[in-house]
């Protein structure tokens, strides 16, 4: 009689995080295993690196890569997606459709936590920095609302539009420039017998007002 693990909650009774974090086990456990499994079928001499793995769980895929030699090479093509769905603007429900066309397209929980890593990482090297012109604007705002007709009742709706009225955040372009001529310089990339640095700004039709 086949048994089975009570103290394991089933996968589709897990939340997201659950169904990922029950995924990276079993996937760290197949890479154990293989490994075990290695030296009884290759010579010593012999050098064999699992590079990838990718497996099912309830029809959700799940792809892994283990060589840390590819692993700056996974994260750039993290990147690229992020860079794709932010400009294509495809959300994240939309691209978890398509990632499951193909095993070789990265899963979408790998694509957001390579965001929410960009996003951290940039908000510790290129601060934001809050406003609030409220004071400034209220009284022209709220004289703005009133005698303009409303086309909806909800008043909880009008207080939140007057509340948000002049508060935003921003980052300085001095910080981005700092950030950008040091990458810069790492790379090669600036000529630092040049003391002038041309450059375009625009907006993504979208963050930028």
């Known amino acids: 009689m086949k048994q089975v693990n009570r103290s394991l909650k089933p996968y589709s009774l897990l939340s997201k995080p659950g169904q990922r974090n029950r995924s990276k ?105 809050l406003f609030d012109l409220s004071s400034i604007l209220l009284n022209d705002s709220t004289e703005l609302i009133n005698n303009e007709e409303i086309h909806f009742n909800d008043q909880n709706i009008v207080e939140t539009v007057i509340e948000s009225v002049g508060k935003g955040a921003y980052r300085s372009i001095k910080n981005i420039l700092a950030y950008l001529i040091s990458t810069w310089v790492q790379n090669g990339i600036l000529n630092l017998e040049s003391r002038n640095i041309y450059l375009r700004i625009s907006g993504d039709s979208r963050n930028v007002g």
């Open 25 to 129: 086990k079993g996937a760290t456990v197949f890479y154990q295993a293989a490994q075990e499994q290695i030296k009884t079928v290759f010579h010593n001499d012999n050098i064999v690196t699992l590079n990838e793995m990718d497996f099912t769980i309830n029809r959700h895929s799940y792809s892994f890569t283990y060589n840390e030699n590819n692993s700056n090479t996974e994260e750039l093509r993290l990147l690229a997606v992020v860079r794709a769905m932010d400009i294509g603007k495809i959300s994240r429900s939309a691209y978890r459709t398509i990632a499951n066309l193909s095993q070789s397209i990265p899963r979408e929980w790998a694509v957001s936590e390579a965001k929410n890593k960009l996003m951290y990482n940039m908000a510790n090297q290129i601060r934001t920095t």
